[in-house]
């Protein structure tokens, strides 16, 4: 019996210059002498504007490398707190995520301070080409009570989900605060059960929906809307969470979860924090210098301005980081 | 000569072996830390329990239609003597090299209240969208090439002879197929459906876009993990890799009884 060498050979010296390839990579990586790195973990709804405007920006203007890495709010935080990850920046669709998951010795006080980057608002996205288009360009055009499309049968609409999305039960405090609006106490029933499958997806499936037609419309961030060039309605300031001064009526709404965590209403805002265990301080604080003085680019994507407030402690902020901000936020 | 060969066979053992650390460690390592008294207490929370419920009756249903409706299937892939025959076998292979997340984005468009054949469903009040049928759809659509490659090459293996004898004694081609044909392959088509079922146990991208509710055991798991972290998530883990220990355990029975009976009937 003869051993036949003719293909083995090969594939052993294949396999061996893999595995020395894979080593060179590894260190190459490690020592990082070459080209500095920032890895940002941040909310969903920020996919768009981080991964073609702020990345590239940043990159563009530091020669910092930049990695991002888009999850729910809430997962993200708990994937720092589970040390699943390691970010250097953590970007939260909510601030009090921060506070709930991350802050304070329950948490390993893994989060000591954080700042707000930007505000949003929910708005009514929908689909250009869905068969009830005509409507909503007429509800859009203040023809009609953006409500009356949304009661009427055979109008598909999507939300995120409650339980992970900050989205989801924010969407949930818009219609108790329409109820009072509008002076109308039946849209407080209109959505049904908070997890109601007629409606609930994850934001990145609730998105895809919209787009391939088979949601009429869904609630969305208004930069969500922007990025993806989907039409959509605003709603008032009173109801959108999108307005501070309206923030003691928007905090009048609550909503608890399974686990029994109770969140209450209050404006849409983004924060920005550097997480204890960040592999890379430095350039962790280039990076949100940089998020926080591109308010431009944060305009051209849909979100509005807000005072550069701080939460936490503020002797925690990196000293190079102080001047940015402008007091302190109180959730 | 002796040498070489063992030469051989440490070698193999240590690639073999390295590979099968790397299958096995993760696992290991979820075993060690588990928690049996709080784990086993979180199966028992009603999300979870709604799910093992959903996985289980939508992955034996799915299975069971796979069956129902591949094995024929393969069976004209293997003897019909169809033109392009290498075609239609490409076809099959095609969901298994889809990514499951690309399948749902597939299926959501045209199952979905406005897709092709979504709509007309849906004027008739049959929402496949988060739905058991949505669930059931996604499972066959990642599964199915499973039961119907290994049928088919079940069928394949059935010596023709065999098939031809019976068909000079006067059997027609039901006849052959349900005496001679299927008892033979019987074992190659059950190994099939029982790695279609474990398939469509962990079936988790295609799903989520077709039918995020009500939860399977997988989606479930996610969201367990999204909401609570990893003491969410690891319970769940555990779970379905029992349940994936059972659905072996069945197999290698069912591939044993069913072996014996075939070649029992064949004699």
Redesign the interface.
């Known amino acids: 019996m003869k051993i036949n060498n003719g293909v083995f050979g090969p594939l052993l010296v294949w396999l061996l210059f893999s595995a020395l390839f894979a080593g060179a990579l590894d260190s190459h990586a490690a020592s990082g002498s070459s080209k500095q790195t920032v890895s940002v973990l941040y909310a969903g709804p920020l996919a768009t504007v981080m991964e073609y405007g702020v990345g590239p920006a940043f990159t563009q203007a530091t020669g910092i490398a930049y990695q991002g890495e888009a999850q729910g709010s809430v997962a993200c935080a708990q994937l720092i707190r589970g040390h699943l990850r390691t970010p250097d920046v953590f970007i939260s669709a909510d601030a009090l995520v921060n506070n709930t998951y991350l802050m304070g010795p329950a948490n390993g006080d893994l989060v000591k301070w954080y700042m707000l980057i930007a505000s949003s608002q929910i708005v009514l996205a929908y689909n250009p080409d869905s068969p009830h288009a005509k409507e909503f360009e007429e509800v859009a055009a203040g023809k009609m009570p953006w409500y009356k499309l949304i009661e009427k049968p055979g109008v598909r609409f999507g939300r995120g989900d409650p339980t992970i999305d900050p989205k989801g039960y924010r969407t949930l405090f818009v219609f108790p605060l329409a109820a009072n609006y509008y002076h109308r106490p039946e849209l407080n029933t209109i959505l049904g059960e908070p997890q109601n499958p007629a409606q609930v997806f994850p934001e990145i499936v609730l998105m895809a929906r919209v787009e391939a037609g088979q949601f009429d419309a869904s609630f969305f961030y208004r930069h969500e809307a922007a990025a993806r060039n989907l039409p959509y309605i605003t709603l008032p300031a009173e109801i959108n969470l999108g307005d501070p001064n309206f923030a003691a009526e928007y905090a009048r709404q609550s909503y608890t979860n399974a686990q029994g965590v109770t969140v209450h209403g209050a404006p849409i805002l983004f924060t920005v924090t550097i997480p204890g265990d960040a592999q890379h301080p430095e350039t962790a604080v280039a990076f949100a210098k940089f998020l926080l003085t591109s308010k431009d680019l944060l305009h051209q994507y849909g979100f509005g301005d807000v005072p550069h407030q701080l939460g936490g402690d503020s002797s925690q902020v990196p000293p190079q980081r102080r001047s940015l901000v402008d007091g302190a936020f109180k959730p | 000569?002796r040498n070489?060969?063992k030469t051989?066979f440490i070698?193999f053992g240590a690639?073999g072996g390295l590979l099968l650390a790397a299958l096995i460690l993760p696992i290991a390592s979820l075993l060690l830390q588990a928690n049996w008294i709080t784990w086993t207490a979180a199966w028992k929370e009603e999300?979870a329990r709604d799910a093992l419920y959903v996985s289980l009756t939508t992955s034996i249903v799915a299975t069971a239609i796979m069956t129902v409706m591949g094995v024929p299937l393969s069976y004209v892939l293997a003897r019909a003597g169809l033109p392009a025959k290498r075609f239609w076998i490409g076809l099959v292979f095609l969901p298994l090299v889809l990514p499951s997340l690309a399948g749902g984005?597939l299926l959501?468009?045209l199952f979905?209240?406005?897709?092709w054949i979504?709509a007309p469903l849906a004027s008739h009040g049959f929402e496949v969208?988060?739905?058991y049928a949505g669930i059931i759809l996604a499972q066959i659509f990642v599964a199915s090439p499973f039961i119907i490659i290994a049928s088919y090459s079940a069928f394949e293996r059935v010596d023709p002879q065999l098939e031809m004898a019976a068909a000079i004694l006067g059997d027609s081609r039901w006849q052959i197929l349900r005496r001679v044909s299927l008892p033979l392959a019987w074992p190659g088509i059950a190994a099939g459906a029982t790695l279609a079922w474990i398939r469509t146990l962990g079936e988790f991208g295609a799903t989520?876009?077709v039918a995020?509710?009500?939860h399977t055991l997988p989606v479930y798991l996610w969201?367990k993990?999204?909401?609570?972290?990893?003491h969410g998530a690891l319970p769940l883990a555990l779970l379905l890799l029992l349940l994936a220990v059972i659905a072996v355990i069945v197999s290698a029975l069912l591939s044993r009884i069913s072996g014996q009976t075939g070649t029992a009937m064949v004699e």
Request: net charge negative; proline share 7%; charged share 5%.
């Open positions: 000569m070489s060969s051989t070698a690639l999300g984005i959501m468009q979905g209240p406005y897709g979504g969208t988060n739905s989520l876009l995020y509710n009500p969201v993990f999204e909401s609570d972290g990893l």
